[in-house]
């Protein structure tokens, strides 16, 4: 037997009811909806849990934390190691004083805005617009109308997946900017604090929250199996303006489409693979680099092996 086959053993042996599975299609944990196969997909209960999955695994497995899928595209040939789903109890809102609240990594951005609002939290409406978890808003520092999450984020709990310890930071000491952090790749988050502004207004925070869903309706392709901005906006520039400007406005490969709605989207019409969108990605990338001098950078997370699949 083999080590990766042994460790396969002792996982099942000491995780026996939990969520691991093995060979496990990806494409239904993505908004894009394509991608291969994890080698192993793990849910953890609790932070034991995963702590014990990682003592297991020993760095000799790659792994990714994957949080709502709202921003990963996942290759055909799929993953070689572990994918990680924060389970249930990494999902929740507590509030700590009339200033700061705590919130779970694998808590969903727009619930959180929601929640907020109705218990007269005011200022972080934002979080309406980005469709995705609280560890992956951290990591990316992700941002909508004019704001972003470090704005508000004030300490962030955290496992070390080098030594298995439990610790928490303070934001302030880590650089955050547009789509960027210096947060570790060993940092797994657990859980942030945020900072808020009390106001007992419910009917305006909500309102302002509709408002903007309403602006987010009639820009972007919310309705199609998209990933939100393909890629990221150049200093003083705007990636849709560039890709438009660039003469993309009707660029497709396969099943994959620039949409109509909003130029720095590529949307899966049905059917695409997740190659056709890497590569209509690769075009358009190429092509406002001839038209303007600028490389786009990808917003998307492109995770897995490279490769081609023999069916496409």
Not at 134 to 155: H, Q
Not at 203 to 219: A, D
Not at 233 to 240: D, G, L, M, Q
Request: with cysteine; charged share 30%; hydrophobic share 35%.
């Amino acid at each position: 037997m083999d080590s990766k086959n042994r460790m396969y053993k002792k996982l099942q042996s000491l995780l026996l009811n939990r969520k691991i599975f093995y060979n496990l299609n990806l494409a239904s944990y993505t908004w894009l909806k394509t991608g291969g196969k994890a080698d192993i997909f793990f849910i953890p209960e609790d932070v034991n849990d995963l702590r014990k999955f990682l003592k297991i695994i020993n760095r000799n497995l790659s792994f990714y934390i994957l949080g709502a899928g709202s921003n990963t595209l996942f290759r055909d040939l799929g993953f070689d190691g572990a994918v990680i789903k924060l389970g249930k109890k990494f999902d929740y809102i507590k509030f700590i004083s009339n200033k700061e609240f705590r919130v779970g990594a694998a808590t969903n951005c727009i619930k959180l805005a929601r929640f907020l609002a109705k218990n007269c939290a005011a200022g972080l409406e934002f979080f309406s617009g980005i469709p995705g978890s609280i560890g992956g808003a951290i990591k990316m520092n992700a941002g909508a109308y004019g704001n972003e999450t470090s704005n508000f984020l004030i300490k962030v709990k955290f496992l070390d997946s080098k030594d298995g310890s439990v610790k928490e930071i303070l934001a302030k000491d880590y650089i955050m900017k547009y789509r960027h952090t210096s947060f570790p790749d060993e940092y797994i988050f657990l859980e942030a604090t945020f900072k808020y502004i009390e106001d007992k207004n419910i009917s305006e925070n909500l309102k302002r929250i509709n408002e903007l869903i309403l602006q987010r309706e009639s820009t972007q392709p919310i309705k199609e199996k998209t990933s939100g901005s393909t890629f990221k906006n150049p200093r003083h520039k705007k990636a849709w303006e560039l890709i438009q400007d660039s003469g993309c406005k009707n660029y497709k490969l396969g099943n994959a489409h620039l949409s109509q709605i909003h130029s720095n989207f590529i949307i899966n019409r049905g059917g695409a693979t997740s190659n056709d969108i890497e590569k209509l990605g690769e075009k358009i990338i190429d092509k406002v680099q001839k038209k303007s001098g600028i490389k786009l950078l990808w917003e998307i997370k492109i995770i897995g092996r490279k490769g081609k699949c023999q069916n496409d």
